[in-house]
């Protein structure tokens, strides 16, 4: 059983726990951290969620992310989900976007490596395939149907004032 912190819609704990799989109750919200990963090279890390995944299974994602586990901060969730999912070990992350939908807080991140291309690790049940794509690559890939669509919403800002530049 996994179990989240509720968050009030300002963002603070609401001090009630929420359990995956349970509705969350109506004016509370659980945090979920993503990380966009880019190369010192300027590429870009696209991960392929699992077939067997409830959302969006088998689209590709620009790095890692997922629920906050309980007392977890937003930073200490898209560290862990990171390792999780890539093998990717970076602490060193800048937050690119808060946006907040009918019952989830999202923060994104944004992590630059400089890692062997060839050392990310997949998470069974979780990623399928990854693989590196160029600057401009992602930018006409990210605008496909073979991304996860919410995530293509909450990078548009990010990829409008950062990476088109």
């Given amino acids: 059983m996994e179990i989240w912190d509720a968050y009030n819609k300002d963002g603070s704990l609401a001090g009630i726990d929420l359990i995956r799989g349970k509705e969350i109750p109506?004016?509370?919200?659980?945090?979920?951290?993503?990380?966009?990963?880019s190369h010192i090279d300027g590429s870009v890390l696209l991960m392929?969620?699992?077939?067997n995944k409830p959302n969006s299974p088998g689209l590709f994602e620009s790095g890692a992310g997922g629920s906050l586990?309980?007392?977890e901060s937003f930073l200490e969730g898209a560290?862990?989900?990171?390792?999780e999912e890539t093998g990717i070990n970076c602490t060193e992350m800048?937050?690119?976007?808060?946006?907040?939908?009918?019952?989830?807080i999202y923060t994104g991140f944004m992590c630059?490596?400089?890692?062997?291309?060839?050392?990310i690790v997949?998470?069974?049940?979780?990623?399928?395939a990854y693989r590196w794509v160029s600057k401009k690559e992602f930018l006409d890939f990210y605008k496909t149907d073979l991304f996860v669509p919410g995530l293509r919403n909450?990078?548009?800002?990010?990829?409008?004032?950062?990476?088109?530049?």
């Avoid at 997949?122 to 399928?128: A, N, P």
Wanted: glycine residues 6%.
């Fill in 26 to 37: 109506k004016g509370l919200y659980h945090g979920v951290a993503e990380v966009f990963v």
């Fill in 48 to 51: 392929q969620r699992d077939l």
């Fill in 69 to 71: 586990l309980k007392g």
């Fill in 79 to 83: 560290i862990r989900e990171l390792k």
């Fill in 94 to 104: 800048r937050e690119i976007y808060y946006v907040i939908t009918d019952n989830t």
């Fill in 112 to 119: 630059k490596v400089d890692i062997d291309k060839s050392s």
């Fill in 122 to 128: 997949l998470q069974e049940g979780e990623t399928i």
């Fill in 154 to 165: 909450r990078l548009s800002n990010f990829i409008d004032n950062y990476l088109n530049v």
